[in-house]
């Protein structure tokens, strides 16, 4: 475990379903962030909250709604995806003032059928 | 943000040193260099960060010139488990530092 934490780990869902994932992070940071990975591609930024406020959206469709209710937390809520949203979600977290880097969950494998 | 350019791929057998290097022709006086890990359906992890000369860990060392518009991480007698994509980035020191990943270098590691 890197203190960021994941959930589910893997999730298959319908175009039609409503899901939400989960992230948790336990090191005290007051900086997450939301990436998605799809296969053969860099890592794409889509979220950040600093402080559990909204500071960047990568241009990222409605269809996908963060919401950060505290410094620990984050969420994804998904719904009507499309296939081409089947990717590796990871959250990561990190001390916005400290110069050592982003802590890493392990991440979401999604499927949209 | 300074863009990075690293190859694409590397092969090695274990045992041996593996040297990667990364360009940043952009790289401004306030930025740092940062390395990450990462292995097949799991998050980047930190290697090492450095903004010049020579940083050491017990992971890796980073070599970085004068100049700052190049720099290589050593990774000392790799094994099969050290096969993975590492990322080179250039970070701001001071406000938000959002990471942004390029398309990293895929190390494989042969018996």
């Known amino acids: 475990e890197t203190g960021v934490t994941q959930t589910p780990r893997h999730l298959v869902m319908g175009m039609t379903n409503k899901k939400s994932l989960k992230c948790e992070q336990h090191?005290?940071?007051?900086?997450m962030y939301w990436y998605k990975q799809s296969a053969k591609k860099p890592l794409e930024l889509m979220f950040v909250?600093?402080?559990?406020?909204?500071?960047e959206n990568n241009s990222v469709p409605s269809r996908f709604s963060p919401e950060c209710p505290n410094s620990s937390h984050l969420f994804l809520h998904l719904h009507t995806l499309q296939p081409e949203d089947s990717a590796l979600y990871l959250c990561?977290?990190?001390?916005?003032?400290?110069?050592?880097?982003?802590?890493f969950g392990s991440g979401t494998r999604l499927t949209v059928v | 943000l300074a863009k990075t350019t690293q190859p694409i791929s590397m092969d090695s057998y274990e045992g041996q040193e593996v040297n990667i290097t990364c360009s940043h022709n952009?790289?401004?006086?306030?930025?740092?260099i940062t390395w990450y890990q990462q292995f097949p359906s799991q998050g980047p992890r930190f290697i090492i960060q450095?903004?010049?000369t020579k940083v050491t860990n017990e992971v890796a060392s980073l070599f970085i010139p004068a100049d700052r518009k190049s720099s290589t991480l050593s990774l000392p007698r790799v094994s099969l488990s050290d096969t993975a994509v590492y990322y080179c980035?250039?970070?701001?020191?001071?406000?938000?530092?959002?990471?942004?990943f390029g398309s990293g270098t895929r190390l494989q590691v042969q018996p």
């Open positions: 980035l250039v970070v701001k020191d001071t406000g938000r530092r959002a990471l942004t």
């Open positions: 952009n790289i401004a006086t306030n930025d740092y």
């Open positions: 090191l005290g940071h007051n900086a």
């Open positions: 990561a977290s990190s001390q916005e003032e400290s110069s050592y880097g982003y802590t």
């Open positions: 450095g903004y010049k």
């Open positions: 909250y600093s402080l559990e406020e909204r500071v």
